[in-house]
């Protein structure tokens, strides 16, 4: 079965740095797209970024533009989110997807937090 596990959330300074992985596994990890999502506490849920299967295809919520970047290693079936000049409203559980439009499989999601 599909499952997607996110690592390396943590807490952070404002104006650091954090990096994300999703390890996928349970289907072919190189044919669908991928994206980040995260929600704040009391707060929607918040499309991050988005990538297309062969990375053409790449994009950006306007509050993270500039400063955070979205990767995946189709060898390791790893999905990234490099996040630099972290803000405190960064904060939140993130989370990464399968899909682009529609999403049908989901991470446990990691905490990020920024003060």
């Known amino acids: 079965h599909v499952q997607l596990v996110e690592s390396g959330g943590g807490s952070v300074q404002a104006g650091g740095s954090l990096r994300l992985s999703c390890a996928a596994s349970?289907?072919?990890?190189?044919?669908?797209?991928m994206a980040w999502f995260r929600q704040a506490p009391g707060k929607e849920r918040e499309g991050v970024a988005r990538i297309a299967t062969g990375s053409g295809s790449i994009y950006y919520a306007d509050s993270v533009k500039g400063r955070f970047t979205i990767s995946r290693d189709n060898a390791k079936s790893t999905l990234y989110l490099q996040m630099n000049s972290l803000k405190t409203e960064d904060t939140a559980v993130y989370y990464c997807a399968r899909g682009w439009a529609d999403f049908d499989n989901w991470g446990q999601g990691t905490q990020v937090t920024v003060s």
């Open positions: 349970g289907y072919t990890y190189n044919r669908n797209c």
